[in-house]
């Protein structure tokens, strides 16, 4: 081992002390600016309303700062200016708030058996979302992407704006990404491996955006829950995605968990039966085998078309409740099968993460008043803290859209934590 260098320190430190001076006032001038737009914007987007005093007095920059700050974010198209806002003290001022009528951020998802494109502006409305079905499995990736981009492209066409510019894109995969944007591989779509997801869409879609941004559609699901669902989930939950595969997005203190390498959540690889049917991921009786969309399916005895699930009207899912509804006994058999094994996985991890919150999503959704009281019988029997703190089970309400406004929202959320990524650009 070398010994630490104690005769280099002093001129290190000089150097550091000079550092300012020779790189200049400009780039320190430049990051202090990024950082207060930042602040303002923050403060906007909290939705009170605060007018431009408030906002100096919150952040303790100066009235001039702010007001400086506010024009660009205005002359941007991020924010609006109305009317005077209510509760505060003396003079009152004009309240500010995100533009719901500005820039948008678009969401692209690449599922198994899907493809999805939303549309969603600063506020989080969705101005637009579409889901299509179709197998994946089969088809190349290029042209998957490229079905997608151009779905992509009818929406903005259909429901753009001149004054609503598309400030990034966010891709939903199934799989695992790294974070040049690159799909390292996806468990359920053989032949995706090392798939320049961002580049090729980027390319693809031939329109001028700042940043595109690409995650697991399980991770985007449960962002998309955390800020946009109805229900109050709170900042510590699991939302388990049950599609042809089964994914969870960890979130803890209102962060995504994603794990050292993104590799998190993969829940439909937990085992559940170690003597079960051998899985694609090399492992044997994992959750998917038991509880994922297809197996639930060919348990269920439904002939159905393959490769067509979520969001579609006449699909299998709709055909599986229809049956449960009708009190199908072999329906409903595999349905209880499916959620003890959900159960079961889902209490090994809550004993591991003390999450307070269970988000069911994707297709558990769907069949939640068939398979809830086994999930919770599990939880009940194998958690440990259940009879301590108790686990809530929540019911997600976000449908199929869960992922691809995720998506979009992730490229939102990303802006409005670093606004001058796009700031100047708009304002042009
Ligand atoms: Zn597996």
Known sequence: MREPRTDGEPERLHRLEQRPRLVGLPAHAGALRRHNLALVLAEIAR??????????????????????????LLSAGLVVEGGPNRGSVGRPGN???????????????????????????????ARSVRIVAGDNRAAAPQAVLGRSVHMAQQMVAESLTESSKIVGIGVAVPGLVSSEGVLRRAPNLPGWESVAVAETVESMLAMPVEITLVDNEANLAALAEHWYANADVGDDFVRVSGEVGVGAGIVIGGELWRGVNGLSGELGHVTVDPQGPQCSCGGRGCLEQVAGQEALLREAGATMPAGTALGVPDGPISALVARAKRGDEQTLAALRRAGAALGIALSSLVNVLDVPTIVLGGLYADVAPWISDEVSRELHA???????????????QLGAEAAVRGAAGLVIRRIIDNPSLVADHLAR
């Open 95 to 125: 309240a500010l708030r995100l533009n719901a009528e500005g820039p948008v951020g678009l969401g692209i998802e690449i599922n198994v058996d899907y493809v999805a494109t939303a549309l969603l502006d600063f506020t989080g409305r």
């Open 47 to 72: 939705g009170e309303g605060a007018s431009r005093a408030q906002i100096a007095s919150v952040t303790r920059l100066t009235r001039g700062t702010v007001s400086a700050l506010v024009d660009t």
């Open 382 to 396: 194998r958690a440990i803290g259940y009879h301590d703190a108790g686990v809530r089970l929540l019911v997600s």
